[in-house]
């Protein structure tokens, strides 16, 4: 039979082994939402590379869709210079999303710039980098969600304070005309 010294020994190390699984699944789930944000910070790097080559392709038939042109290359801008998880950053991504959304649509107007291989190619890219981004923000909504939840359950809330940094980062919500809904007649 176990002494009360035993007992106590066996209690101390299964709670130092508690007290250590829960420090390492708060810093683990950290590091997720870090990995997370920096696969997002990956595919819009893909993104932001591919948009001077699709406007450069497009304006060589589209000369009088300036605007929509000059607007792009500024909120490209704005969200590459944004912080890394920031909401400014989210919703700078999302105007961008949109008005290449608009652009796309305006090449279906033009015949030759629509048959044209390289630009074929090039919404084809981005149509793809696209849908990696939509991954990435839902692992990263995921991320942080499981990281805000380890953190804010006993035990795992003593430990709040080695992810305060990241508990704080934005969700990755759609902006409000990505909400509305869809009108097929605007594209006929």
């Known amino acids: 039979m176990l002494s009360l010294e035993g007992i106590v020994l066996i209690l101390v190390i299964a709670g ?31 993104r932001h590379d591919l948009v001077p080559n699709i406007l450069t392709i497009a304006k060589k038939f589209m000369e009088h869709e300036k605007e929509i042109f000059e607007k792009i290359t500024e909120l490209r801008t704005q969200a590459m210079q944004a912080a890394s998880g920031s909401k400014e950053k989210f919703q700078a991504e999302a105007k961008l999303d949109n008005l290449m959304g608009q652009l796309m649509v305006n090449v279906e107007n033009y015949p030759a710039l629509k048959s044209d291989s390289t630009m074929v190619h090039a919404m084809t890219t981005y149509n793809e980098v696209e849908e990696h981004i939509a991954a990435a923000r839902r692992f990263y909504n995921s991320a942080l969600t499981q990281l805000r939840n380890a953190v804010q359950i006993f035990p795992g809330s003593l430990f709040a304070g080695l992810a305060s940094d990241a508990i704080g980062y934005s969700y990755f919500e759609t902006d409000a005309a990505s909400k509305e809904p869809v009108s097929a007649s605007q594209y006929l």
């Open 16 to 46: 130092g082994c508690l007290i250590y699984m829960t420090y390492a699944n708060v810093i683990k789930k950290k590091n997720n939402v870090y990995e997370a944000l920096s696969g997002i910070d990956v595919q819009l790097k893909k």
